[in-house]
């Protein structure tokens, strides 16, 4: 089993540039999160899904950010524009169905924008 | 809400002695689950044990126990027999019980940084 794989495992970029966060779950896992992580607020989550469907996302923190999930093996965090508060380790996050008490985590997206 | 507190942003043991790591949290629900996670430097998220509410019995697992008190809505991780491996950060989560609308969220804390001194 690869676990949860997100891509790219580091991103640069500038200040007003559009990032995708990607993120493939766990094969069979119905739920997907979303976390940030950053040194003031520690580990947010940003938004949940089940079964492709957006649950909760009053986690977002404005309208520069979605997230979408296509299908059952791919999710993305988009950041449009970009800005350099928005640095952070963004973890992916799997589990069968949000009943499950485990969260399978991925190893991170570490995005710092300039 | 739930909010979870973690009140000791670095902490240190030297190997092989025993250090405590508390965590406090805020909610109104009598049925919810606790975890402790672990965050080496390489960022990944390892679960290192977890308590449901409704059990009285603190959970342990190998070196690593908790020490669950539910009026005082305490729940604190002893680490026995610290190792170099130890070392990490650790997060302390709370989860609504599977009654709840908020079922599938974690929150969790701020974080305590655990050095390990040989």
């Known amino acids: 089993d690869a676990g949860v794989i997100q891509s790219p495992r580091h991103e640069v970029t500038e200040m007003g540039q559009e990032v995708t966060l990607r993120c493939k779950p766990i094969?069979?896992?119905?739920?997907l999160f979303w976390y940030r992580q950053t040194m003031m607020r520690g580990l947010e989550l940003l938004i949940y899904?089940?079964?492709?469907?957006?649950?909760?996302d009053s986690g977002m923190p404005e309208d520069r950010f979605s997230a979408k999930m296509p299908n059952a093996s791919f999710s993305t965090l988009k950041i449009q524009p970009s800005e350099p508060r928005d640095s952070a380790v963004y973890f992916c996050?799997?589990?069968?169905?949000?009943?499950?008490?485990?969260?399978?985590f991925g190893p991170g997206t570490r995005l710092t924008v300039l | 809400a739930q909010t979870v507190t973690q009140s000791q942003p670095e902490m240190s043991v030297q190997e092989a002695e025993t250090v405590t790591l508390s965590c406090t949290y805020d909610?109104?629900?009598?049925?919810?689950?606790l975890f402790w996670y672990k965050q080496p430097p390489s960022r990944q998220m390892i679960l290192v044990i977890r308590?449901?509410?409704?059990?009285?019995q603190n959970a342990t697992e190998n070196r690593f126990s908790v020490n669950f008190q539910k009026a005082a809505k305490s729940f604190s991780l002893k680490i026995s027999d610290s190792q170099l491996g130890d070392a990490a950060m650790y997060f302390c989560?709370?989860?609504?019980?599977?009654?709840?609308?908020?079922?599938?969220?974690?929150?969790f804390g701020q974080g305590t940084t655990l050095q390990v001194k040989p």
């Open positions: 308590q449901e509410a409704y059990k009285q």
């Open positions: 094969s069979g896992h119905n739920s």
């Open positions: 989560a709370y989860r609504s019980g599977h009654g709840s609308s908020n079922t599938g969220k974690l929150i």
């Open positions: 909610t109104s629900e009598s049925d919810y689950y």
């Open positions: 996050a799997s589990s069968p169905r949000p009943r499950v008490l485990r969260r399978f």
């Open positions: 899904f089940n079964n492709n469907v957006p649950i909760d």
